[in-house]
């Protein structure tokens, strides 16, 4: 009875701690900055996702990365919850690996005009929360290398609704990667160590130390990837570089596996949702509680490595007929911590700021946030950052059995070269 008691005092906390932002308030063209990173520049785009097709099939928790010989293409999807039809167009731009744009001009990677107009576009059906859903094909681009889709409304670029990156690579240079323990003993129970070969057989490279680069994700984030690798070992005769550091700088927190509620009914609460309330405009779910799982045994669990799919029991098209709700998280804990505490996965575009920052109240002994989700499957965790990146898994555990899913990118760029060309890409697991 205690529990149930506790369980109802933090869903009242929660209706009246963290209020909904409304549409209506965006933010004025003026004051919009182009941000080479995945963002959104107004609350009332939610769901932003770009995701790649195979043989018509859509990949819908696979990274937007694809490469440049074959056809399959990428596909740009956002709701918009204002609620009335734009005139939202999109641009592509390359960008260098640290994620500013190249020299390249449009004309370099593009055989068409650098605005598309988004024409596909659907009205929600049946929902208590009503949006536009908008779709688009990316074009097809010449060059390899990193990409940012920019959309913005009507004619005027300043005035930016979202910003996505993806990549476009070729089979240049092989990469044969081994995943393993830390070198270092202390770190053995808590990280992932990546060491890798890049074979660069039948492709010229003359610097490999000033023209190489390398990028190491972790379940597609870009806060933590790896990226100031340099090889451990040339091999020119072979064309063959080596990277098999022991300083900790191919180091991985393996983390745990991942948190996850089921979200596609809201007629009864699914896998750890306590509960569904039902109103005329609004949908309120309301998780189970959340423990400090650092102190737990490691648990191998089945999950999408931080990802989440919008799905809606018995929907023909979940893409219009799944609607928002608003969902409230509680993770217990005796007592503040002097760090912020944030809910992270692909549901928050792995972003650490004000709209996923966790609140702590004393009087129910835990953390409280809410995030407003469209209905599908999800995965979360609790991330505890700091400057020095100590630690951040502090309610999780970090454990070195942890499945992980892993992205190696190789760049290249000549002396003189006005881009960086993506020329090598490898994914694989952990486990």
């Not at 919850?81 to 260098?96: F, G, M, S, T």
Request: charged content about 20%; glycine content about 4%.
């Amino acid at each position: 009875m205690n529990k149930i008691r506790i369980i109802i005092l933090t869903a009242c906390i929660f209706h009246t701690c963290v209020p909904l932002d409304q549409p209506g308030n965006s933010s004025p063209a003026t004051q919009k900055k182009l941000i080479y990173d995945d963002h959104v520049y107004e609350k009332e785009i939610k769901t932003v996702q770009l995701y790649p097709t195979r043989n018509g099939s859509v990949e819908l928790t696979q990274p937007p990365i694809i490469p440049i010989n074959q056809l399959n293409h990428l596909v740009l999807s956002f709701d918009d919850l204002y609620n009335d039809v734009e005139d939202y167009r999109a641009k592509i731009i390359h960008c260098n690996t640290d994620w500013t744009p190249s020299r390249l001009s449009n004309m370099d990677y593009l055989d068409q005009y650098n605005e598309v107009r988004i024409d596909q576009f659907e009205q929600s059906f049946n929902t208590r929360v009503p949006y536009i859903h908008y779709t688009l094909s990316l074009p097809k681009v010449k060059v390899t290398g990193n990409y940012i889709v920019a959309v913005y409304r009507g004619s005027n670029e300043n005035d930016l609704i979202l910003t996505k990156r993806f990549m476009i690579f070729s089979n240049d240079a092989i990469i044969k990667p081994n995943i393993g323990l830390s070198g270092a003993i202390v770190e053995r129970n808590t990280n992932q160590q990546i060491e890798f070969e890049v074979s660069y057989a039948e492709f010229d490279i003359y610097n490999p130390l000033e023209e190489v680069s390398i990028c190491i994700r972790q379940n597609q984030r870009w806060d933590n990837a790896i990226t100031d690798l340099k090889p451990t070992f040339i091999n020119e005769g072979q064309r063959l570089l080596t990277y098999q550091h022991f300083d900790l700088k191919n180091n991985f927190k393996a983390g745990n596996e991942f948190r996850f509620f089921d979200l596609r009914s809201v007629n009864f609460p699914g896998q750890n949702v306590f509960e569904t309330k039902l109103e005329d405009n609004k949908i309120s779910a309301f998780l189970m509680k959340d423990k400090n799982r650092s102190v737990e045994a490691f648990t191998h669990l089945n999950d999408l490595n931080g990802q989440y799919i919008i799905e809606k029991v018995d929907a023909s098209n979940p893409d219009i007929e799944s609607d928002y709700v608003n969902v409230h998280f509680f993770l217990e804990a005796p007592r503040e911590i002097s760090r912020n505490v944030h809910i992270i996965g692909a549901l928050t575009d792995w972003h650490q700021n004000q709209n996923n920052k966790m609140y702590y109240e004393p009087e129910l002994k835990g953390y409280v946030g809410k995030l407003l989700l469209k209905q599908g499957w999800y995965n979360y965790l609790y991330y505890t950052n700091s400057p020095d990146n100590s630690n951040p898994y502090q309610f999780e555990g970090s454990h070195y059995q942890t499945n992980n899913f892993y992205e190696i990118l190789v760049y290249y760029r000549p002396i003189g070269g006005r881009a960086d060309q993506l020329i090598g890409y490898q994914r694989f697991n952990s486990q």
